[in-house]
């Protein structure tokens, strides 16, 4: 009760009552303040941000999505930023570093102890978007030839700075992995008992692959943590199941946000400026809109068609909001199923034929079903027209949405951004020229 | 290069070779298996499962999306099919359970030992889509009274059967839970140091709450995992990161299908049968293609408009699909806002408001921007007519994408369900609505 007045002092209080904040603060657990950051104003945030003790701060600061975080540094001063950024883990500071302009990030890292910056810019040499920017550099190894009482020493020893205790990879000469152990496996072994002959094969991910490529690897895999070697088979960080699950949810928001025609914010929706979220769909928008002024062309072309028999008319939202959601169906899926590996771009004559055929089942079925109504509202001609074109829409339709999507991926374009909006688009203009063309032959005019 | 050559062998090779595809099966990793079978057709799948070596073949088996696993269930022998139910942990046992019938269920449970029977009955006793369910009752807790020592001691004597040893409850009093503890402080702090001093306030979720809430707690505290308690404070089990990271990626999988107008295939695509895929489908389609008749019913009505000015039906398919695409941005953004907690329903007229004036931005920009085109294509007259109308749309449509997603959310319907083709469907009807009512009143019809 007491945390439920706090969240509503901290989210609506006068701002000038700094006293009665802080107390609210306290009141309040961290990721109830990081939840409560993505629903208020930037002046808000910047001052109950200040009123944080420093340790929570950091705890804060380290949740905060990376729209929220690079503006929140906006509003500290350069000292508090220094300490804050010398705090994060090297993994957490390249990724904000990433969404920061280079100039900043450049002095950012000159503010730096000597230890954070080297580790920092280990990172940083390695190519944007893979994995070797995503690692932990402060790992723990074992060797091969301790015992299991002395690699438990080894942990006690180093570990107070390293990113997990329960993963460790086991290296043998020059820093070459061997293999890979869990601390559950140490500690219930016999203290005797050597690491080569517990551990077990590792799941190896080079540095330099895509960072989405590497999590969906780890999150199937559903392990700890997995070693980051170089193209010589050496160790150079370790890659943890919640940096990979919070990549693929990322991935996924990006996702979402492009299957419905706009760019992900990168922010919580209602700390947003209104221009973010207006501008994070205006550009989606215009494509798609002016994509579809074909279908104002095709339209022209057939006009002669539609004079002659305007009841043609009455069935061009519904004809082409079928197709558009046959595609929007067959997209959605299939990008899914590429996200998640389950369907690759060699795929596509596999995914086309399916495709296809589901495609004329669901036209045709929604036209089987059309026909008699449509015949008792407008007679047998037309009736017969919605029947072949709903049937033809859907698997045109079907067709498009499965394949465009693998088409996007061979050419290295999200499928995302080509998926269900555009297909609709793509379906609106076509499946008119099949309207018109099958009302033409059919009624012979 | 054995082991794409392996791949190639059991995805395509004879499958009466049965000691070629063993050997190949010996070349490949557990997680290639699993996607293996998300490719293949039912009696491939069966054939490969049974040349598994068992411990393998567990270890697969846990792998699989639920669909996939119980129908692999139904082609082994009923002894096998015990052994594999037995084997699981008790958490996994219950969530394929609930995808099977309620008889084979029965069935199932009366075939396992005593101790797995209790554990699974356990679980089975609270209510479905609950994190009881979901919880793992395989755990460790320790006392606050325990040092560090006697602590480690005691994971070792009890820790082969837990679910994790990272993650210790500490209970006090008849089971009810003080505080909590983590592996790694136990085994970096000093041997004779107290567990009650170590310990760190539990996030604590109630065995009732639903599935998807607890594991978005779990995964925005990014927390090994967290005790799940009864009403009365009582430690009844845990609940894991990597569970509660399968149930959020379920639960993103089934709203990125119903976003695109289709139930989940809860199975990998290419395993499916076709008429599984068309299933999945056929209903939302019916359900938007039979609202979609309003649109037809709308232009009937204003037919007499229509035949005045032939003009105006150039830019219908345009118009809706602007009023679709702009409606579908503001309903995907909702969607996920919800999803990921950032937006609840009580914040409908802050997302209402947002979403009027983003709308009117948007149609506005459109309307402006198309305005001297359309002026040189059809006159001044439709061009103001569109440029009216366009902003119309565009403000009913954000604001109807917005809401509709909160609206479904507050009456405990999907939101995803009621999202971007149901939207399009209700904008294409009120666009037309409001583009008549425009054009009869400019141009004087």
């Known amino acids: 009760m007491a945390e439920r007045t706090a969240l509503s002092t901290l989210e609506t209080g006068t701002m000038s009552d700094l006293s009665t904040l802080g107390q609210a603060l306290g009141d309040v657990r961290d990721s109830d303040v990081v939840a409560l950051f993505g629903r208020t104003g930037s002046r808000r945030r910047a001052i109950l941000f200040r009123l944080l003790p420093k340790e929570r701060a950091l705890a804060v600061f380290e949740s905060l999505e990376p729209g929220l975080a690079t503006e929140l540094l906006g509003s500290l001063r350069d000292e508090r930023v220094s300490q804050l950024i010398e705090e994060l883990d090297p993994d957490d500071r390249v990724t904000l570093f990433d969404e920061l302009p280079a100039n900043v990030t450049k002095k950012l890292l000159q503010g730096l102890s000597a230890r954070e910056r080297e580790l920092t810019a280990t990172l940083l040499g390695f190519p944007a978007g893979s994995v070797g920017r995503r690692m932990s550099p402060e790992y723990i190894k074992v060797l091969e030839t301790m015992t299991a009482a002395e690699a438990l020493d080894h942990i006690r020893a180093a570990g107070h700075d390293a990113e997990t205790l329960y993963f460790l990879p086991v290296a043998g000469e020059n820093r070459v992995v061997v293999g890979a152990i869990e601390l559950r496996d140490l500690l219930l072994a016999h203290p005797q008992a050597v690491v080569g002959d517990l551990m077990h094969e590792p799941i190896l991910i080079s540095v330099g692959d895509p960072e989405e490529e590497a999590a969906r690897r780890v999150v199937d895999a559903d392990v700890i943590a997995t070693a980051v070697v170089d193209s010589e088979g050496r160790l150079v960080g370790i890659f943890t199941f919640d940096d990979a699950a919070a990549i693929l949810a990322a991935a996924e928001a990006e996702d979402a946000a492009r299957t419905g025609g706009a760019e992900p914010l990168r922010q919580p929706y209602l700390s947003a400026r209104l221009l973010a979220v207006v501008r994070s769909r205006v550009v989606w928008l215009f494509v798609l809109v002016g994509a579809s002024t074909l279908t104002v062309a095709v339209q022209d072309v057939f006009a002669p068609t539609l004079e002659q028999s305007l009841a043609l008319a009455l069935f061009i939202p519904m004809l082409i909001g079928a197709g558009g959601n046959i595609g ?51 007679g047998p001609d037309i009736a017969l027209v919605l029947l072949f074109t709903v049937t033809a829409i859907g698997t045109l339709a079907a067709a498009v949405g499965g394949a465009i999507p693998l088409g996007a991926r061979a050419a290295r374009v999200d499928p995302a951004i080509v998926s269900a909006p555009f297909i609709s688009t793509f379906v609106d203009a076509t499946g008119l020229v099949i309207y018109f063309l099958i009302a033409k032959a059919v009624l012979g005019i």
Request: charged residues 20%; without cysteine.
């Open 328 to 378: 929007s169906q067959a997209a959605t899926t299939i990008t899914r199923a590429l996200a998640t590996k389950e369907v690759r771009p060699r795929d596509l004559f596999r995914v086309l034929f399916r495709e296809l055929r589901v495609g004329m089942l669901l036209g045709g079925t929604l036209g089987l079903v059309g026909f008699v109504p449509a015949m008792l509202l407008v």
